[in-house]
């Protein structure tokens, strides 16, 4: 199954030693399941951020070995490629910069908990089911949060 592995970091230099450090794990634990790294991924932090979509193990592992090369490189200021890796030196987001949008691609192409994950990930998500929550606190029959924080 494909995922997406986020990779957070203080800074350029640690995003590098962060990747470093994560290609180090996988060639110690190349039988680790794919989704327990995006997991893990996903709950680092930091203004440097890199996007990998990988397939398994060693496509990520060689995704994180090229970015790690390109980055580098001070004059490389983004990483895009259709290979589905992505980094920006500059952040796209942020004053006079543009917004952030959450896109669905396709039907059904979603998995369960995915809205937790995402309002997890990204505080800007989680402000927006915040707002609604505020403006919604009256109504007893129906909370947003109820449909991605499910309690069974």
């Known amino acids: 199954m494909t995922e997406l ?8 230099k640690a995003l590098v030693d962060e990747i470093a450090r994560l290609i180090s794990f996988l060639d110690r634990v190349p039988d680790v399941d794919l989704a327990d790294v995006a997991y893990t991924c996903s709950l680092t932090c930091g203004e440097s951020v890199i996007a990998v979509i990988a397939e398994d193990v060693p496509q990520l592992r060689a995704k994180l070995s090229s970015a790690r090369d390109r980055l580098s490189n001070p004059s490389i200021q983004r990483i895009r490629d259709k290979s589905g890796t992505y980094f920006f030196r500059e952040h796209l ?7 952030l ?3 669905y691609p396709g039907v059904m192409s979603f ?6 994950d995402i309002a997890i990930t990204f505080p800007e998500c989680r402000d927006v ?3 609604l929550e505020e403006a919604m ?4 029959d129906f909370t947003p ?8």
């Open 101 to 103: 949008a959450f896109v």
């Open 5 to 12: 592995v986020i990779l957070r970091a203080d800074g350029e």
């Open 93 to 99: 987001l942020g004053e006079g910069k543009g917004k």
């Open 111 to 116: 998995y369960p908990d995915m809205m937790r």
């Open 137 to 140: 606190r009256d109504n007893c």
């Open 129 to 131: 089911f915040d707002e």
């Open 145 to 152: 949060s109820s449909f991605i924080w499910v309690t069974p």
